[in-house]
């Protein structure tokens, strides 16, 4: 019991999306933002804290965006 406490205080969610519709459809970004988005292939980095969902950053193209992933959670871990 001891450790599930332990790694759910020390976990992060780090994610991105293939394109912006659902997040339109939760009112995360309006319609107009989406359809801009998905012409100028963004892909927002996204982290969950208590619950919440919080936008990183804004990257152009998917490898990109896994790239920089790696990136933070190497930041990360260091710290």
Known sequence: MQAAKFYAAHMEHIFTVDNLEYLSRGGRVSRIQAFVGEILNIKPILHVE????????????RKKALRRMVEILNETLRS
């Open 50 to 61: 208590e619950g919440r969902l919080i936008p990183l950053e804004k990257i152009r193209g």
